[in-house]
């Protein structure tokens, strides 16, 4: 089981929401690749989208290439077009997002977002809800590169000074641009944040 050295929460298994592109500025690419490779040697699995291109493939690739496991989830519709990685460890198909999603959530320890489109948003975001409502206590984080989510940040902090969204719901989300650094803040995180109007009947 993988453990950061900072003796925090085991994060054997790691979601990485990420773009089906690489996107237009090298250092996004080799973000994906970093990750993957840290994740790989460090003996822990991706879960990811079971995607081959883009910064899907790439982040896959180098877990593989390191030397452990790969979990893909895809829909369906998706293994008809060739879309899924041929060297994943293990695929598994669904039927739709919502099922890919709630899958991807079940089989992981944690939550890393890379650059990528509106999926990568809607994933994040997603999964950072459901920590809000106590649907999970999960670490979530964002894996910055090349500045690519400093505008997001900027806006996430904007809504807190607006009011529609409490400092301690932000602070759930951890950033970094080091992945190293980024998992062992993750391994170690305690929400300040705790939901105040949901119990277990009604996650």
Known sequence: MAMDESNGRPLSAVCVFCGSSPGTDPAYVEAARRFGDLLGRTGRTLVYGGGKVGMMGEVADAVLAAGSRVIGVIPRAMVVRELAHP?????????????RKA?????SDAFVALPGGIGTMEELFEVWTWAQLGVHDKPVGLLDAGGFFLPLIAFLDGMVTRGFLRAEV?????????????????ATHVPAYQPQWMDERQT
Do not use: F, N, W, Y
Request: hydrophobic letters at 50%; zero cysteines; charged letters at 30%.
């Open 87 to 99: 060297g994943a460890s293990e695929m598994r198909i669904v039927e739709t997002m919502h099922q």
């Open 103 to 107: 899958l991807m959530s079940d089989l």
């Open 170 to 186: 932000r602070e759930i989300l951890i950033v970094d641009t080091d992945p190293a650094r980024l998992l062992a803040r993750m």
